[in-house]
């Protein structure tokens, strides 16, 4: 093998069970023996600020193209081993997903729509020509996951158990070609709020010189290299004391697509609300945080429109008082309002550069479904019982 896991300590071995199958995979168990105390657990949890405080078990499936997936494990978190001429780092043949799990008042455990992104997962391997791992064995390896570090899942308000699952190229071969080794892997770490300042306004300024994706490319995709891609556009970004940085398309250099990290919807008010998002062209990132705010907006009764959006029209329209707020959402921010918009000298403030009320009712009512204060009339919410629920 090309890639090593971490071996399990002690009697863990001994340990170890089989569980039955997720999504039709036998996995072996490998609990962690001396889990930490609930004590040194609250304390790292305390201040997790965001993809720093994991869990304590991990999940790997190696898949070949010989054999398919198999050798699923649920074992100690910890390092995986590379070989240097581990193709992922060379050519960036990886993909991952990102979504939380929640607990409720009543101290119940549900993922957030683990279907939807078990889906656009396999869409993002097709594109990175990775295998496609099936939805089933992806959604009952996050059940195995959190029910076994089921008290990872914090209480405290704004925190969450996030997600994280990755598949990469795994094998030690540095030919351009579809590997034909590779690693799925699952890890979860405890997330505070993503922007600290919870519902303050975000600034964002428009890249005139980058450009996240073509037509053709990876931009629906969610892989690493896009990513990195986008990471010169935020330092301008922040050089021109903006928080975020809006990308336009790679044609005509005109027409709003994207945040680096979150898709942007705008709220045109009036008697009843419009809500307006840029449309899936292959190019963004079809957001589920942004499906489920449509959705929801739907419910309120606003008017929804995907639609191509120029970045002038975005000025001209602020500016005469038509549009009245505007929004970015994603998974780890759930939802942010924009306050301010820079475009080389050019500057706009969307309505009082506050939060509107719009923004504030989409949030609150999303947050409610994610947290079973509110009920859940489209089956989002997926319940996961502690380990012991899942063992025969």
Request: proline share 7%; hydrophobic share 40%.
């Amino acid at each position: 093998m090309s890639v090593t896991t971490p071996a399990p300590h002690g009697s863990e071995r001994e340990a170890s069970t089989r569980h039955p199958m997720v999504g039709g995979l036998p996995i072996t168990i490998e609990p962690v023996s001396e889990p930490l105390s609930d004590a040194v657990r609250r304390e790292r949890m305390r201040e997790p600020g965001f993809g720093r405080v994991f869990s304590e078990h991990m999940l790997t499936i190696r898949w070949t193209r010989d054999g398919g997936w198999q050798d699923a494990s649920l074992h100690r978190y910890g390092p995986l081993v590379l070989d240097p001429a581990t193709s992922a780092l060379h050519y960036g043949q990886s993909v991952f997903e990102g979504f939380k799990v929640y607990r409720g008042a009543d101290g119940s455990v549900a993922a957030f729509r683990p279907e939807a992104n078990a889906e656009r997962f396999r869409a993002s391997s097709r594109r990175l020509c990775l295998p496609e791992l099936p939805v089933d064995v992806f959604v009952d390896a996050v059940d195995l996951l959190v029910a076994h570090d089921h008290e990872w899942v914090p209480t405290a308000p704004g925190h969450t158990l996030y997600i994280r699952p990755l598949l990469f190229a795994s094998e030690p071969e540095l030919v351009v070609r579809p590997s034909e080794e590779c690693l799925f892997v699952l890890t979860a770490f405890v997330a505070a709020d993503y922007f600290p300042r919870g519902l303050t306004p975000v600034s964002v300024w428009v890249a005139d010189h980058f450009v996240r994706a073509a037509p053709g490319g990876t931009g629906a995709a969610k892989c690493a290299a896009n990513y990195a891609a986008g990471l010169a556009a935020q330092a301008e970004a922040a050089e021109h004391g903006c928080d975020q940085v809006v990308f336009l398309d790679a044609v005509e250099r005109r027409w709003i697509e994207e945040l680096g990290g979150m898709n942007l919807l705008f709220v045109y008010g009036g008697d009843v609300p419009r809500i307006v998002t840029p449309e899936l062209t292959g190019t963004l990132l079809p957001g589920i945080t942004r499906d489920s705010l449509l959705t929801i907006a739907r419910d309120l009764g606003y008017a929804v429109e995907e639609r191509r959006i120029s970045v002038d029209e975005w000025e001209a329209d602020v500016r005469s008082g038509a549009m009245t707020e505007a929004f970015a959402c994603g998974t780890a921010a759930v939802l942010t309002p924009v306050g301010r918009v820079r475009r080389g000298d050019a500057q706009w403030t969307i309505g009082d550069g506050g939060t509107g009320p719009v923004t504030a009712s989409l949030r609150e009512r999303l947050l409610a479904v994610q947290t079973g204060a509110a009920p859940d009339p489209h089956g989002w919410l997926r319940r996961i019982e502690p380990s012991e629920a899942l063992r025969p």
